[in-house]
């Protein structure tokens, strides 16, 4: 089964900084991927995914991606936060090559930004 | 379009009781998959419905079950209920079975075991 790693649990930023969050997964073949938010008191949103093609993946709310192969990462990266991007953030990962649907996710980074 | 929707939002039980939780997918959309969230293991995958047929299943013992409607609606239920069972319980809802299709979560039921 896949495992998906996030090494930062807790991150605080200030506004106008730029964030990396880091997302690496065990399987090496043919997965999809996928980083999602949860804003406080709400439920988890799609921020971005890639299934295949150009590796760096753009999302909402000025979000991008790059997929790594080589390096199995899948890193989430804003050049400039926000106050209202304070949120938990959680990589996915699925078995492209089993087909089968479930998510496997990462235990999440939870992201501070102080206005 | 309306999103996912799960009833009851939150829910309180005692230890043995039987628990059942719905969840109503986006309209027109025919797989939807459970998911346990709690502090301690994140989020773990239940179990994935599409066309009225259990298709996958994560590693939970049998008192987890459920089942998918014909209107594409599904439940889960857990029976014997234990206090490591208090969990946000995570619908997720799409399309359909293939893997590049996107899955959307509704808000969850927040199930508390006393």
């Known amino acids: 089964a896949q495992s998906v790693s996030q090494h930062n649990h807790h991150v605080i930023l200030s506004e106008a900084a730029s964030l990396e969050l880091g997302c690496n997964y065990s399987y090496g073949g043919t997965v999809n991927l996928f980083w999602y938010v949860q804003y406080p008191g709400q439920h988890l949103q799609l921020l971005l995914k890639?299934?295949?093609?150009?590796?760096l993946v753009k999302g909402i709310k000025g979000f991008e991606a790059e997929f790594i192969k080589s390096k199995f990462s899948f890193n989430l990266r804003k050049p400039s936060v926000q106050w209202s991007d304070t949120a938990e953030y959680f990589c996915a990962v699925n078995d492209g090559r089993t087909g089968a649907n479930n998510l496997f996710f990462g235990t999440g980074t939870r992201l501070t930004v102080i206005p | 379009k309306a999103g996912v929707t799960q009833t009851p939002r939150y829910l309180i039980k005692t230890r043995g009781q039987q628990v059942t939780l719905s969840c109503s997918p986006i309209s027109g959309h025919r797989s939807v998959s459970w998911y346990q969230q709690t502090p301690g293991q994140g989020l773990q995958f239940l179990f994935e419905?599409?066309?009225?047929?259990?298709?996958n299943k994560g590693n939970f013992p049998g008192r987890f079950s459920g089942r998918q409607f014909s209107n594409s609606r599904s439940e889960m239920n857990v029976s014997t209920l234990e206090l490591g069972d208090s969990a946000l319980y995570l619908c997720?809802?799409?399309?359909?079975?293939?893997?590049?299709?996107?899955?959307?979560f509704g808000p969850g039921t927040r199930l508390t075991v006393l």
């Open positions: 997720a809802s799409r399309q359909t079975s293939g893997v590049v299709d996107t899955q959307y």
């Open positions: 890639y299934f295949s093609g150009d590796p």
């Open positions: 419905y599409f066309s009225e047929t259990q298709r």
